[in-house]
């Protein structure tokens, strides 16, 4: 089994930053696609961000330029710097990742608890 913890979220002041991280633990041989998603009230869980194993970045148009996904693969982290952040921006993040516990097993998604980010005066 694999754990997901986020960290990092909290109240920031429109125009600030936060950097969320993202730890998983447990049954882990390797990992492949990462990424962070957000859920609003009243709103569907939307993607903000994914990495790929080898690096390859996607963002939601919504965080172009202003938010930036990371990896640490030999400490099986993710990262997401938001900078410039909006009202707009509040919502729980989750993280997700995919992992196998061993190299002849299957990739599994698996997802965090959440972190709530407020961004507001």
């Known amino acids: 089994q694999v754990q997901l913890v986020e960290s990092g979220g909290g109240l920031v002041q429109p125009g600030g930053s936060l950097r969320l991280s993202c730890a998983a633990s447990g049954n882990i041989f390797s990992t492949n696609a990462m990424g962070w998603y957000r859920q609003a009230p009243g709103k569907e869980r939307e993607l903000v961000a994914t990495i790929t194993g080898v690096g390859s970045t996607k963002y939601a148009d919504s965080v172009k330029g202003r938010f930036t996904i990371s990896r640490d693969n030999a400490k099986n982290m993710v990262y997401l710097q938001m900078n410039s952040l909006k009202p707009e921006d509040t919502a729980v993040y989750y993280c997700?990742?995919?992992?196998?516990?061993?190299?002849?097993?299957?990739?599994?998604?698996?997802w965090g608890q959440g972190t709530q980010v407020t961004v507001s005066s």
């Open positions: 997700n990742v995919d992992a196998r516990g061993g190299k002849m097993s299957t990739y599994r998604t698996y």
